[in-house]
């Protein structure tokens, strides 16, 4: 199973680093994009256009209020179309 993972700053890249080290298929995704692709291009995972094109499980690794904000959306729409 692919798990998508949001949010790239100090916490989520350890997190990030920890998982893939692990084998743990990831996809990420960052506010800035830059990050997601520099951090994909360091430990070879892809990284997503957008919040929604994650895995069935999501991680998202932020304690700022506007990446909530902005991921939220994204995640509900995520768990209404995973089918129980």
Known sequence: MKAGFIGL??????MVG???SQGVDLIL???SP?????????LGLPVAESP????KLTVLASGEKE???RGLPYL???AASISR
């Open 9 to 14: 700053g100090h916490l989520g890249r350890s």
């Open 18 to 20: 920890r998982l893939a």
């Open 29 to 31: 995704w960052n506010r």
């Open 34 to 42: 830059e990050k997601a692709a520099d951090l994909g291009r360091e």
């Open 52 to 55: 929604a094109a994650q895995g």
């Open 67 to 69: 990446a909530y904000q």
């Open 76 to 78: 509900e729409k995520l």
